[in-house]
Every structure is written in C-alpha cells, then in structure tokens.
C-alpha cells in the first residue's frame, strides 16, 4: 500500500536532479539532443518555468488530498490505490514525451494529485490492517517510502537523461497496480460496509489461519456500529467530541511542514558551498537523501521503543538547535559582507571560513532529526489518533494542511529571504521549532500500543451514541 508513497517521493524529488538539465546549466551533463534546438525535444526552462514545474507537485497533492477521504470511504482503500496507478502511469508519461512547459505541468499536477490521494489512504489503510504493537513499525513504511522515492530519483539524476528518468518512474505505478490486486481490503472497511464474511477473510490473509480473529472482528463491527450510530458530516470535525483530537491531527502537519524542512533543502548547495565542499552538487543531493533515508529507518526500529511522542519532541529539539545553529552561520556571513561593503580589505572572511563547519553540521543534523521524528510522524500519529466515524475528512483536512503549507512555503520562500535575510529565515523556522517543542510537551499524546479507544480516551469526551447503540 505504501508503495504509492514510494511513487510520490519519486515526483517529489524529481525536478531537484533533472534542473540543470531542463534549464541548460554550464557544465551540466545534458545529453546532445537535449540541446539541438532543432528537434522536436528541445526543450529549455527559465526560472519562472522551473519554479512552476517544482512547486505545482505540491499543488496537486493540495488538490488530491482534500478528495482522498472521501474516496476511501465510497471506494474502499484497496479500490483506490489500485486505480491511482492511472494518474500515476499518465504523469510520468506526460512528462517522458513533453514538448512545451505545459504537458510538465499537468504532468506534475497528476502525480501530485495521485499522491495527495495517496496520502490520506495509504496511512489510514496501513493503521486499519495494523495490531497495535506492529502499528508504529508499519506506519513508518508511508514516509520511509517516500525519502526512497526520492533518494532513487536522485540516483537516476546522476547520469540519465531527464526523459528516461521519466520514462523509468512510469513503470513503478504498474507495480503498485499489479501488487494492490493480491492484497486484502481493509477489515474495518469491509465491517463498516456490513461485509462481516468479507472481513473475516481479510483479517485470515493477515493474521494467518491460526489465529483467532473472532474477538478483534467483533471489537471491530461495536467501532463501527458507534460510528454509523449518526450519520458522519464534514461539521463533525468541529463536533466537541472530535475537534481536539483533529486540531492535533492538524498541528502535526503544521509543525511538520513549518520546521525550516524546505528551507533547509532549498539552501542545501549553498550550504555546500558556504562549507567550502567540492562536491558535485547532485552527488550532495543524494548524500543528503541517504542520510534522511537512513535515520528514517532507524526511527522505526526505534518507535516502538521510545514512543512517538519521545521521537517527535526529539525531533524538535534537534532541528530547533539546527535552525538556529545555520541562522547564527549566515548572520555572520551576512555581516561580513556588510563590512566588506564599507571596510574594503576587512578579515572577517576568515572567520567565515573558520565556521564553515557549522551549516554543514546542522544541515546534516537537521536532516536526521527531521527524519527521526517530524518526517514520519505526523503521518503515522493523524491515522492513530482521529476517532474512526471523522478519519475521512479529518485525514483529507490533515493532509490538505500539509500540502497547502508546502506548497507556500515553496512558493515564498525566496521572498522570505529577500525580506528578512537568510538568518532571519532560519531564525523564523527556529521559532516554530520552539512552538512544536511546546506543543508535544502539551498537547501531543503518546499512541504507542494503545488501541483506538485508549487514544480517544486521552482526549477526554467519546462521539455522541443512540441508547440502541449502547444496548
């Protein structure tokens, strides 16, 4: 199921390695028909175009996410995934076969979309299918894959020609097609749709024959008959007995998105550079990506044992001192070109030398804590701790949050720069950093081994239920 993740890390982490391509850069390796301007294929991207080619991946998945509950709820989670291997397959090959900026576009707007839906169904389906002791371990598959995607984009970058690249990723999507079929739809699905036969078999294929499946299929179908006991509307996300759980749902993805992770990616060459490295800068890229994929898993050899609360605050504290540690660095890059400007010949640029350990430290800090912890989380707590009659449209708000606040990010970013300075950014990032840190000491509670009523029961007040019901 997650493998969708997988294919959306992919779209994500393509247009990194395939700009100096699209864009012509010197001393770039670009294939010779790649610059015949007489072919058909020709192609080459200014900044605005490659800006849009970048940032409209998040759009889609904007756009796809808001749709994803409802889907998984009218479909099943199993239907859905299957069928995303569409948008997936014609994404790839819109981009493959572009001869103008606008088939990239609708391209990365498709695998977007496909991957917003994939978002919300993907950890729901995961979680659903989940004993609780396995359900950390297994709900970090969703992001582990996703940092995958990307480091192996970033692998094809080093050498293969934009296109192929592309071509390459269209054959993933059939994969997920082909490995979806073989697979059961979710037990709780199947018991919410009256399929008790059904949902048997399914916990069978995933529990083994030996097991006793009778006492968590009927543990399953009192779930569900409490949330079919009213008729779920998208108001109830603001119900007083689901609105505390979805705002921390929310505030996951929040300080997620809000941590300085695109920023610091954003700044990744320059940060480099400012280290005085020599390194190839798609060769950094990867490095970087194996670093967020290697402590990814090790935080899932870990979340069963710490919790997720414990790797989540973990995580906020490391990128806080990150933030803060890169901001210091380009204050006083800053600074000294100020001095240059008005003390022609000053030494404060051995000074900057002497810290060009620091960015390169707390880039690579902050890219580990980030995967321990902020990276995976969020997608494996929102699935855990929203009550099971709002999971849909709480997991599309969720996911919505996430990717509207990347997209802006994204988009902004640079004109963040412009106005506050490097540091400044950082500095900005640094202090919601301090804001998350503060919200998992309050607010964020621990899911570790805790079935979905122990969960609601930290939030203090249960979903209304008929007398019927009860009886």
């Given at each position: 199921?997650?493998w969708?993740a997988?294919?959306?890390g ?5 247009s ?6 699209l864009?012509?850069?010197p001393n770039?390796t ?8 007489e072919?058909?294929w020709?192609?080459?991207l ?11 991946v ?5 756009l ?5 509950g409802?889907l998984m709820?009218?479909f099943g989670?199993k239907?859905?995934?299957i ?5 997936f397959v014609?994404?790839?090959l819109l981009i493959?076969v572009a001869?103008h900026?606008s088939m990239?576009?609708i391209?990365r ?5 496909a ?5 919300v169904v993907a950890?729901s389906?995961?979680?659903e299918i989940s004993i609780?002791s396995?359900r ?11 940092v ?5 984009v970033?692998?094809?970058?080093l ?6 690249i592309?071509?390459?990723e269209?054959?993933f999507?059939v ?5 979806m079929?073989?697979?059961p739809?979710s037990p709780y ?5 009256a399929k008790s036969s ?10 083994g024959p030996e097991?006793?499946?009778e006492?968590?299929?009927s543990q ?11 008729r779920?509307r998208?108001?109830d ?6 609105w505390?759980s979805?705002l921390?749902a929310?505030g996951?993805?929040?300080f997620q998105?809000?941590s300085g992770?695109?920023a610091?990616l ?5 940060i480099f550079e400012?280290?005085?490295s ?20 090790i935080?899932s050899l870990?979340?069963?044992r710490l919790?997720?609360?414990?790797l989540?605050?973990?995580s ?7 933030m803060?540690?890169l901001?210091?660095f380009?204050?006083?890059?800053e600074e ?16 900057v030398?002497a810290?060009g350990?620091l960015?390169?430290?707390?880039l690579?800090?902050f890219i580990?804590?980030f ?5 995976p989380?969020p997608w494996?707590?929102?699935?855990e701790?929203l ?13 919505f949050t ?6 802006i990010?994204?988009?902004t970013?640079?004109?963040i720069?412009n ?5 400044g ?6 202090c919601?950093?301090i804001?998350g ?5 309050f607010l964020l509670?621990?899911?570790?081994g805790k079935s979905p009523?122990?969960?609601?029961a ?11 019901v009860?009886?």
């Amino acid at each position: 199921a997650s493998w969708g993740a997988f294919i959306l890390g992919s779209f994500l982490g393509w247009s990194s390695p395939v700009q100096p391509q699209l864009q012509h850069i010197p001393n770039a390796t670009v294939p010779p028909h790649i610059t015949n301007e007489e072919s058909v294929w020709y192609m080459k991207l200014d900044d605005t175009e490659m800006s849009i080619v970048g940032s409209f991946v998040n759009l889609g998945a904007l756009l796809g996410a808001l749709t994803g509950g409802f889907l998984m709820d009218s479909f099943g989670r199993k239907t859905v995934l299957i069928f995303l291997s569409l948008p997936f397959v014609l994404g790839w090959l819109l981009i493959a076969v572009a001869v103008h900026p606008s088939m990239l576009y609708i391209g990365r707007i498709l695998g977007g979309a496909a991957g917003g839906i994939a978002s919300v169904v993907a950890p729901s389906y995961v979680s659903e299918i989940s004993i609780p002791s396995m359900r950390g371990l297994l709900g970090f598959s969703f992001q582990l894959m996703v940092v995958l995607g990307i480091l192996i984009v970033s692998l094809f970058g080093l050498g293969l020609d934009w296109r192929l690249i592309s071509a390459i990723e269209a054959v993933f999507p059939v994969i997920l097609l082909l490995s979806m079929i073989y697979i059961p739809e979710s037990p709780y699905y199947l018991a919410k749709k009256a399929k008790s036969s059904e949902a048997r078999d399914s916990l069978k294929w995933l529990r083994g024959p030996e097991y006793d499946m009778e006492p968590e299929l009927s543990q399953m179908e009192t779930r569900v008959r409490i949330e079919l006991a009213q008729r779920s509307r998208f108001s109830d996300l603001w119900s007083g007995w689901a609105w505390k759980s979805v705002l921390v749902a929310i505030g996951l993805m929040v300080f997620q998105q809000l941590s300085g992770i695109n920023a610091a990616l954003f700044n990744a060459v320059a940060i480099f550079e400012s280290a005085g490295s020599e390194l190839d800068t798609l060769v950094a890229a990867v490095l970087l990506n194996v670093d967020q994929v290697l402590f990814c898993f090790i935080s899932s050899l870990l979340v069963e044992r710490l919790g997720r609360r414990t790797l989540f605050l973990m995580s906020e504290i490391g990128m806080c001192i990150s933030m803060f540690a890169l901001g210091a660095f380009f204050f006083v890059k800053e600074e000294c070109q100020k001095t240059l400007e008005s003390t022609p010949g000053s030494d404060c640029e051995q000074q900057v030398t002497a810290l060009g350990w620091l960015p390169l430290t707390s880039l690579i800090l902050f890219i580990a804590t980030f995967a321990i912890g902020a990276g995976p989380m969020p997608w494996l707590m929102v699935s855990e701790i929203l009550p099971a009659k709002v999971k849909a449209p709480g997991s599309s708000a969720a996911a919505f949050t996430n990717w509207f606040l990347a997209f802006i990010v994204t988009l902004t970013f640079v004109d963040i720069q412009n106005a506050i300075g490097s540091s400044g950014a950082f500095w900005m990032f640094g202090c919601f950093c301090i804001l998350g840190i503060l919200f998992t000491i309050f607010l964020l509670p621990e899911t570790k081994g805790k079935s979905p009523e122990q969960i609601q029961a930290f939030f203090g007040i249960r979903p209304p239920v008929n007398t019927s019901v009860n009886d």
